[in-house]
């Protein structure tokens, strides 16, 4: 964690971000999503909504693609209504 908030100092929030959300990697978000519900409903609840957050940052990094981020949104919005 230090690490992580070292960079967000040094590189900002956007440059900073990485993971999945980060690379577009849609597949590994919806497992992670279903595995969060199945343990945790509440936990799943936050990482939709921090989900949510990271896409605009992936945006604003411009690395990941776009149509990549969209389905990932989409994902994470559809969870939230089920």
Excluded at 49 to 63: C, D, F, N, P, S
């Amino acid at each position: 964690m230090r690490e992580t908030l070292d960079n967000v100092f040094r590189l900002g929030t956007v440059q900073a971000l990485t993971g999945p959300i980060a690379r577009g990697d849609h597949a590994v978000v919806a497992h992670q999503l279903e595995a969060l519900g199945a343990w945790d409903t509440r936990i799943a609840a936050i990482y939709k909504q921090l989900g949510a957050v990271a896409v605009e940052l992936a945006r604003a990094q411009g690395k990941a693609d776009a149509d990549a981020l969209a389905a990932i949104e989409r994902t994470l919005a559809a969870s939230r209504m089920g």
